[in-house]
């Protein structure tokens, strides 16, 4: 069961999660790999009590069939799945690479994270019925 407040889902996680994101970029800046945020994210969380799993394994069926495996940049209390991104410009394909994700799970919520020249993040939702 999913928690809900204020008509948004993991609505004070994502708050927390964010917050962290700014934490991290107010200190860090740009220029770091995507290694580097996650880290810091990572300890950032941690330390208030969140669990998070960095590289996590998913698995993509195909008409009910095992057919390849993705790795998910982050994992935050089994619940949010975050994609970091460091580059100068954000990918296009970066908000369709967390879709995907969320597709291929039984996951809802997506962050992408931008720690590009200007800090940035999106919040995806999919209503996953799998």
Same mark, same amino acid.
């Given at each position: 069961?999913?928690?809900?407040?204020?008509?948004?889902?993991?609505?004070?996680?994502?708050?927390?999660?964010?917050?962290?994101?700014?934490?991290?970029?107010?200190?860090?800046?740009?220029?770091?790999?995507?290694?580097?945020?996650?880290?810091?994210?990572?300890?950032?969380?941690?330390?208030?009590?969140?669990?998070?799993? =960095?590289?996590?394994?998913?698995?993509?069926?195909?008409? $009910?069939? %095992?057919?390849?495996?993705? /790795? @998910?940049?982050?994992?935050?209390?089994?619940?949010?799945?975050?994609?970091?991104?460091?580059?100068?410009?954000?990918?296009?394909?970066?908000?369709?690479?967390?879709?995907?994700?969320?597709?291929?799970? =039984?996951?809802?919520?997506?962050?992408?994270?931008?720690? $590009?020249? %200007?800090?940035?993040?999106? /919040? @995806?939702?999919?209503?996953?019925?799998?």
């Amino acid at each position: 069961m999913t928690k809900r407040v204020d008509g948004f889902l993991h609505e004070e996680l994502t708050h927390d999660i964010i917050g962290a994101f700014y934490e991290v970029y107010n200190e860090l800046g740009y220029g770091f790999l995507e290694s580097v945020y996650a880290a810091a994210l990572a300890d950032i969380l941690g330390s208030r009590g969140h669990t998070v799993s =960095r590289e996590v394994a998913i698995c993509v069926h195909f008409r $009910g069939r %095992e057919i390849a495996w993705q /790795r @998910l940049d982050m994992l935050v209390d089994k619940a949010v799945v975050l994609e970091i991104k460091s580059t100068h410009e954000l990918p296009k394909t970066a908000p369709r690479q967390l879709f995907n994700y969320l597709k291929a799970t =039984r996951l809802e919520v997506g962050l992408l994270f931008h720690f $590009g020249p %200007e800090p940035k993040f999106f /919040r @995806l939702v999919s209503s996953n019925k799998r």
